[in-house]
């Protein structure tokens, strides 16, 4: 009993830290990375919250259908996450580091990274992966067919 219990804990476990949707590819600069999207409103407001583990060159393109101002938090995030705000021309205006924050924070006090200017994409990966790899505000990113037609249909 105690062998089934373990291996089905182990099989949740496994199941949670997977990607949502098939990873799609994207470079920024000259690094590729594949990535999740978040389309709709739902995944959007989901994006990596609970998710245990994020691959190396792995990360969530947020799209929005419009230029807007965005604004991320770590609500009910356990992992360390960078993140990119993107215009529709692919060049990145803002990059910020976002820890974990301790458990239990109110809402109010939940740390807020908004993009300096209206945006339609965001890009989290793994924390310090932008300054790892020198990618800087003003860089560009583009996006492979795959991805831009997933995003076409979105909108």
């Known amino acids: 009993m105690a062998r089934l219990a373990l291996a089905l804990l182990a ?5 949670s830290c ?5 990873p799609l590819t994207m470079w920024v600069k000259d690094s590729r990375i594949d990535v999740e999207l978040a389309l709709d409103p739902e995944s959007r407001r989901k994006g990596l919250m609970f ?3 994020l691959g190396e060159n792995h990360g969530m393109l947020f799209v929005e259908t419009e230029d807007r101002t965005m604004d991320f938090w770590m609500k009910n995030t356990v992992i360390p996450l960078s993140i ?7 060049r990145i ?6 820890p974990v924050e301790a458990p239990g924070t109110e ?3 939940h740390t807020r990274y908004p993009s300096s200017e209206p945006v339609c994409y965001a890009l989290e990966v793994n924390h310090g992966w932008f300054k ?3 990618i800087k505000v003003g860089d560009q990113v583009r996006f492979s067919e795959r991805v831009q037609t997933e995003v076409r249909a979105a909108r």
């Not at 997977?18 to 098939?22: F, G, I, L």
């Not at 205006?93 to 976002?98: C, F, G, P, Q, S």
């Open 132 to 134: 790892l790899r020198g």
């Open 18 to 22: 997977q990607p949502e949707s098939k």
């Open 51 to 53: 998710r245990q583990i």
């Open 93 to 98: 205006t803002d990059i910020y580091e976002m």
């Open 107 to 109: 809402n109010a006090l």
């Open 84 to 90: 990119a705000f993107i215009r529709k021309d692919g």
């Open 11 to 15: 099989a949740l476990a496994a199941v």
